[in-house]
Every structure is written in structure tokens, then in C-alpha cells.
Nanobody, 123 residues
Framework: QVHLVESGGGSVQAGDSLRLSCAAS????????VAWFRQAPGKWRDFVAA????????YYADSMKSRFTVSRDKAENTAYLQMNNLNTEDTAIYYC????????????????WGQGTQVTVFS
């Protein structure tokens, strides 16, 4: 099994940037793809981005692609989400996930999740 821990969240002003990290441990050879999701209170858990561990191929929600970049460091077993030009609508808990069992863009396609890291954007 793979264990995931997110970090890097915080409270920032609109227009600022943040880089989130997702550190993987355990059976990291099982990493096929790692995804980022976000969820605000009372809303669905929405797909943000994903990356295939070996090839580095990336996938984005259309609304995120212009501002967010997903990457990974295979040697460090860590995935990243670089978020630029943040706005108040980006306020949410951000999760990373792996072990896909279905759709790459659906929370139901993953069964291993980190605890989440809070991102709050104020104006």
C-alpha cells in the first residue's frame, strides 16, 4: 500500500502563488498515477490535475490548466501542484490520491488518499 501526506497549504492573498507537495511512502513502486482534487464545504470533490508516475504525462481540468502545474520527482517520491494567480474561488481543502480503480478524473477512481491541506485565499 501507498501512504500519502500533503503539505504546503496556507492562507494567502489573491494573486499569490503556492506550491503543494504530496509525499508518498510505503510501496511506492505501485504508483501508477497521482491526482490532485479539491473540495470546498458543501461542494463536490473536484478534479484538479493528474500525472502518470513513469511517463510524466499530465492531465488537467480545463478551468485549472492556465494557472496550475502538476509535476513529480521520482527520486523523492513526491508530487507537486504549483498554483499561480490564486483567487478566492480556489479556497478549498486540497487532496492527493493514487491507486486508481476507474476514471482518472473521478474521486471514485482512487482508493488511497492523503489527509488534505487547507488553502485559503483572501482579497
Amino acid at each position: 500500500q501507498v501512504h500519502l501526506v500533503e503539505s504546503g497549504g496556507g492562507s494567502v492573498q489573491a494573486g499569490d502563488s503556492l506550491r503543494l507537495s504530496c509525499a508518498a511512502s510505503g510501496d511506492t513502486f505501485l504508483l501508477g498515477r497521482v491526482a490532485w482534487f479539491r473540495q470546498a464545504p458543501g461542494k463536490w470533490r473536484d478534479f484538479v490535475a493528474a500525472i502518470r508516475w513513469n511517463s510524466g504525462n499530465t492531465y488537467y481540468a480545463d478551468s485549472m490548466k492556465s494557472r496550475f502545474t502538476v509535476s513529480r520527482d521520482k527520486a523523492e517520491n513526491t508530487a507537486y501542484l504549483q498554483m499561480n494567480n490564486l483567487n478566492t474561488e480556489d479556497t478549498a481543502i486540497y487532496y492527493c490520491a493514487t491507486d486508481p480503480g476507474g476514471s482518472l478524473r473521478s474521486p471514485d477512481g482512487y482508493n488511497s488518499w492523503g489527509q488534505g491541506t487547507q488553502v485559503t485565499v483572501f482579497s
